[in-house]
């Protein structure tokens, strides 16, 4: 699936993120600009020093949480890819304001499986230990 990119009325100075159509009432995931893009890269083996950019790993937010702890992967052929690495270029690191309602962790796992299935699946499936979402 890829990604979409859109602006949301109710908060014109974010940038939501989803890869559904639309984002869902009251659980819209942010690009969180307060925490640092990860680059996947090929060099003959998978690193995160040298070697091609493959994938990045996108710090979101949800619109509830007062700190981010997902991430959602897009890969090189994923049409924002680019315009990823340089919105992060331009915002990163970006002090974020608290949110106007608080939502528990329950809620914020449920909204992010719904519009980031794939990525939802992938987290699921590492075991606890080795699960980082801030990679």
Not at 23 to 43: E, I, K
Not at 56 to 69: C, D, F, K, Q, T
Request: aromatic share 8%; hydrophobic share 45%; with cysteine.
């Amino acid at each position: 699936m890829h990604l979409l990119l859109l602006q949301l009325a109710a908060h014109p100075e974010e940038i939501a993120a989803t890869k559904l159509d639309h984002c869902l009432p009251n659980g819209a995931f942010f690009l969180d600009f307060s925490r640092p893009l990860v680059r996947q890269r090929f060099c003959g083996v998978w690193n995160r020093w040298i070697g091609t950019t493959m994938a990045l790993y996108v710090p979101v937010i949800h619109e509830g949480e007062a700190a981010g702890r997902c991430v959602i992967a897009v890969e090189r052929v994923d049409p924002y890819f680019k315009e990823l690495q340089r919105l992060w270029q331009e915002r990163h690191p970006l002090t974020r304001s608290a949110p106007h309602h608080v939502i528990d962790g329950l809620r914020v796992e449920a909204d992010f499986a719904a519009q980031f299935p794939d990525d939802a699946r992938q987290a699921a499936s590492n075991p606890p230990a080795l699960r980082r979402r801030d990679r």
